[in-house]
Structure formats: structure tokens, C-alpha cells
């Protein structure tokens, strides 16, 4: 991959994400790295899925010949936000502010996905409208969490406290 905007993008996205590790909070690292496994599995199957399918692309990728997906996107970044999401959900608040906590997650990729898809070659929609990203995104995020906490048996008190 050429040295251009696509690629001065992915390594600041890389960049990004991986120095954001370092605000999980200290002992909660076996967590996160279920958490990350979690979300990176569900990621994995449904944007193979959507490309495969031909709903969405990524026409300037990384592993160009391993995958068609987005590894940056699929396999790091929004595994990692999910870390975020669940280590620091808001269980005790009302179920508004849950709401608007899911919301926001959502729309903090949406958002940055569709100015990726109109200025850049990183992603491009087909069939696919930014409404399936921001409803995809808050219903795996609230599955890996539902996942983690059953697989971790944690009490809603615990969920919250970063």
C-alpha cells in the first residue's frame, strides 16, 4: 500500500487504538481481552458477511490478499471500543442514560465511518446505508456484553466502576 491519505489514515487509526489500551483499568485485563475475542468474533463473521455478500467493500485494505474485510476495523478498533463500552457501562444509571451511552457508541463509529466512505477508498457502501452500521454496532456491543456478563457472572455493581 502506497503512502497516501488511506494509508496515512490507517496508521493513525492503529496508532490510535493501540495507545488507547492503556486506559484499561489495572486488573481488569483478563476481561478485557474476553471482551476483545468476543466482539472480534462477532465482528469477523458479520463483515465477512456484509462483503461477501457485496453489501459494503473496502477497496484499500490491509492483507489484501488474506481478506476483504477492514482487519483495522474488524480485528482492532471496534473490538477495543467494545472493551470501552462494556468495562465502563453505566449499569446502575437509568435506562435513558444506558440508552444514550448505547447511542453514542453507535453513532462515534457511524459517524466517522460515513466521512471514510465519502472522502476515502478505506470503505465503501453498496447495498449498505449508515443506519445498518449504527443499528449493527449497538446491538453486537450490547450482545458482547450480555455475553460477558454471563461468562463472567458480574454483578451489575461491579460493570460500571472502571
Known amino acids: 500500500m502506497k ?7 490507517l496508521c493513525g487509526v492503529y496508532a490510535v487504538t493501540l495507545l488507547s489500551l492503556l486506559w484499561i483499568p489495572r486488573g481488569r485485563g483478563r476481561e478485557a481481552q474476553f471482551i476483545f475475542l468476543c466482539q472480534g468474533m462477532m465482528t469477523w463473521i458479520l463483515g465477512l458477511l456484509a462483503v461477501e455478500f457485496g453489501w459494503i467493500a473496502y477497496p484499500a485494505r490491509e492483507l489484501q490478499k488474506a481478506t476483504h474485510t477492514s ?13 470501552f ?37 478505506l470503505v465503501k457502501y453498496n447495498q449498505w446505508r449508515w443506519y445498518w452500521t449504527l443499528f449493527s454496532v449497538m ?6 456484553r450480555g455475553i460477558y456478563l454471563w461468562f463472567f457472572r458480574v454483578s451489575p455493581a461491579r460493570i460500571g466502576e472502571g
Request: aromatic fraction near 16%; include cysteine.
Open 3 to 9: 503512502l497516501n491519505l488511506n494509508s496515512i489514515i
Open 71 to 83: 482487519f483495522a476495523f474488524e480485528f482492532l478498533v471496534f473490538p477495543v471500543l467494545s472493551i
Open 85 to 121: 463500552f462494556t468495562l465502563f457501562y453505566p449499569a446502575n444509571k437509568s435506562l435513558l442514560l444506558k440508552g444514550v451511552y448505547t447511542l453514542a457508541f453507535g453513532v462515534g463509529v457511524c459517524i466517522p465511518e460515513v466521512i471514510l466512505e465519502t472522502y476515502t477508498e
Open 139 to 144: 446491538v453486537t456491543l450490547q450482545l458482547c
